[in-house]
């Protein structure tokens, strides 16, 4: 692995895992990251391989830090009780211990939404910011991150909030995922996000927003036209946010933060 790492970088998603050695002074990749789709039967022991493929490639040395952003909330020392986008055998698993035990190192395991939000705090747009931050990640549903005065609070799924006059899950209708299959425009899908992100200010008064996933990227063709009163700005990381985060949360649990 390239000098310039201190960390290694993994994030599980339903379509691909990717990963790459992180430079935690700069915030971002120390090599370009390495992609494998995630395995179309995407139990515990197949995905776990394929993250020790990832490390075997770069080389990663066993004292380099190394963290994992998992699509589910994750609670150490507890066994999974919730899985949405791999296979259903996750669930009763102790997730840092498959990983561990696979990758034949200690390994910190950190919700993926959580994780992309810590790497924005910490690296993007929410760098310097006081008080209370909602990350979230708009993609096939939409992740959230709590973080308050820098300190993450962890494994919220306001994604899930019940919007009103039977809008029901907010991710089933208001998601990128969504806005892509009803074939809505920017303004038509910024008047559902209006909703999802007015009730959470509604609800939990923050100081910021920050809109990331991969969406984040043509952030002008829909951010303007959220109407709510609390700032709102396009995650500066985007699709690296996950790998970025995971290394460095497994450095804050390394170094006992």
């Keep these: 692995m390239i000098e310039t790492a201190q960390a290694f970088g993994v994030d599980i998603g339903g379509s691909g895992i990717k990963a790459a050695p992180v430079d935690l002074e700069q915030g971002q990749f120390a090599e370009p990251r390495l992609k494998i789709l995630t395995p179309e039967v995407s139990t515990p022991d197949s995905v776990a391989q ?14 380099v830090p190394v963290g994992i952003a998992f699509p589910a909330p994750i609670k150490p020392g507890r066994k999974l009780d919730f899985m949405a986008n791999l296979d259903q055998s996750w669930i009763g698993v102790d997730v840092t211990e498959v990983f561990s035990a696979a990758c034949g190192r200690p ?11 810590l790497a924005e705090q910490q690296f993007g747009a929410a760098k310097g910011q006081d008080g209370f931050v909602i990350a979230t990640t708009l993609g096939t549903g939409i992740g959230t991150a709590l973080i308050y005065d820098g300190v993450l609070i962890p494994n919220s799924e306001l ?77 500066t990381l985007r699709n690296a946010a996950g790998i970025v985060g995971a290394a460095y949360y497994a450095t804050t649990k390394r170094n006992g933060q």
């Excluded at 394929?50 to 004292?63: A, N, W």
């Design 50 to 63: 394929i993250v020790r493929q990832q490390l075997d490639h770069f080389e990663v040395p066993e004292d």
């Design 107 to 117: 390994v910190t395991v950190v919700n993926d939404a959580d994780a992309a939000g």
């Design 159 to 235: 994604g899930h909030i019940e919007l009103p006059k039977g809008k029901g899950d907010a991710e089933k209708w208001a998601s990128s995922a969504v806005r892509e299959r009803e074939d809505l425009d920017y303004k038509k899908w910024a008047k559902r996000l209006t909703k999802y992100y007015g009730l959470l200010e509604t609800y939990l008064n923050p100081d910021l927003f920050v809109v990331g996933g991969g969406v984040s990227r043509v952030s002008e063709k829909f951010l303007p036209y959220i109407d709510i009163k609390t700032p709102i700005v396009p995650a």
